[in-house]
DNA sequence: GCATCCTTCACCCGAAAGGATGATTTATCC
DNA sequence: GGATAAATCATCCTTTCGGGTGAAGGATGC
């Protein structure tokens, strides 16, 4: 902040040196007063653009980041498109059984489909593939 | 933006206006030119600080929200420390062995642990328990 | 001192989940 | 047309979970 006022300051000086160089050698004689002060207004207000964010404290606004799918990691792995189905119902909290029924297939073909999960995940639990699924952001 | 550039473009067209103002009726004569052009400097840096942001774009920062945990509900819903605890370790993934080992205790104590558990989370599974304890923000 | 809550542990039983293996059907690719 | 991968289902067996019940020791508060 200090810093930022120094520097506010110094480029201020810098400025009101260059006006008087400028009005002094070329301007005042050749321009009409209404052009000089176009251009101070001009440049002042450029300097306040430029300054006006290193003076006031940037606002951080906290958001949620969205979830991004990562299909490499889907590829990577060899999770099928199935998988991943039954991937996302298991870490919603459904049961083999569940799942089985809103997927409109036999129990043993999730389990199936659970247990080639578990090895391309390298787990042994749902609960465990939940935590690495999250991870490489294969679920939200 | 549209919209912004018009209200820019006014609020300048009326500073210059005033300026022209000010300058006919009483600085000129009274002030040197010096304090006329520093005025002029002053108002324009104001209306780059005040224009600067509206005319560029804001940046907005994406961040994770840091957890901080739901007291209130676990007060509500009568969670001790301890089913706290072992809540957490479950959804890292544990088994109920495991979690016995980490904590020094029977598999038998952390069966009952999270037995209440689910009775106080309205739950029946421990992925379902996971789910809800996210949401209550029980957990990260 | 007594009630209450927390923590601990035990036992039983049935349901769910996990591991291994094999088989069939259906696409898809070369 | 044969190879390959995905999806489906099954069977057998073991482990883990979940539900119910009971009980004991310790801390807290009135």
Redesign the interface.
Same mark, same amino acid.
């Not at 639990?125 to 690495?132: D, E, F, L």
């Given at each position: 902040m200090t810093r930022t006022v120094l520097i506010y300051g110094g480029v201020l000086a810098l400025?009101?040196a260059l006006?008087k160089y400028v009005e002094y050698r070329f301007l005042v004689r050749d321009m009409s007063m209404e052009i000089y002060?176009g251009i101070?207004?001009? @440049?002042?207000?450029?300097?306040? *653009?430029?300054?006006? #964010?290193r @003076?006031?404290k940037r606002r951080? *606004?906290?958001?949620? #980041?969205a979830f991004v799918l990562n299909e490499e990691a889907l590829v990577r792995l060899g999770i099928s498109k199935r998988e991943h189905e039954v991937l996302e119902l298991?870490?919603?909290?459904?049961?083999n059984q569940e799942i089985a029924e809103k997927l409109f297939v036999s129990v043993n073909t999730i389990k199936t489909h659970l247990s080639n999960l578990f090895l391309k995940l390298e787990?042994s639990?749902?609960?465990?593939?939940?935590?690495?699924a999250k991870e490489l952001r294969l679920i939200p």
């Open positions: 400025l009101v006006l002060i101070i207004a001009v @440049l002042f207000t450029v300097l306040g *653009i430029w300054a006006g #964010p @003076l006031i951080v *606004i906290v958001v949620n #980041p298991m870490a919603q909290g459904h049961s787990v639990r749902r609960t465990q593939a939940i935590q690495k």
